[in-house]
């Protein structure tokens, strides 16, 4: 079992970066991604990466905004987030697939980081 240490989360202003890290304790060959949950809501998928070619997928509530990537030789998958907005707030969560595959839902996904909490407010 892989385990999946998040960082870099933080409070930031209407308009304002974060880079958040996703430091894997082994190798990766599986789909990463990155989910977000706020209070009172379920979890929900925000970007995932394939390892091997790093080609991206986002939610249309992140497009333009967020940038998944990953650093094979470091194990880390990143996602830069920009021009952010409140409704961002939220605990963001790594996550591995269960295959090389990218896919969107929780059920795909079979190891959690233990979060790391964003909030952007002025």
């Known amino acids: 079992q892989v385990q999946l240490v998040e960082s870099g989360g933080g409070l930031v202003q209407p308009g304002g970066s974060l880079r958040l890290s996703c430091a894997a304790s082994r190798t990766i060959f599986n789909a990463m991604g990155w989910f977000r949950q706020a209070p009172g809501k379920e979890r929900e998928f925000i970007a995932a990466?394939?390892?091997?070619?790093?080609?991206?997928l986002y939610a249309d509530s992140v497009k333009g905004r967020f940038t998944i990537s990953r650093d094979n030789a470091k194990n880390t998958v990143y996602l830069q987030m920009n021009s952010l907005k409140p409704e961002d707030t939220a605990v963001y969560y790594c996550?591995?697939?269960?295959?090389?595959?990218?896919?969107?839902?929780?059920?795909?996904?079979?190891?959690w980081g233990q979060g790391t909490q964003v909030t952007v407010s002025s």
């Open positions: 990466i394939n390892w091997s070619t790093g080609s991206p």
């Open positions: 996550a591995k697939a269960k295959s090389t595959l990218i896919v969107t839902r929780t059920s795909g996904f079979d190891s």
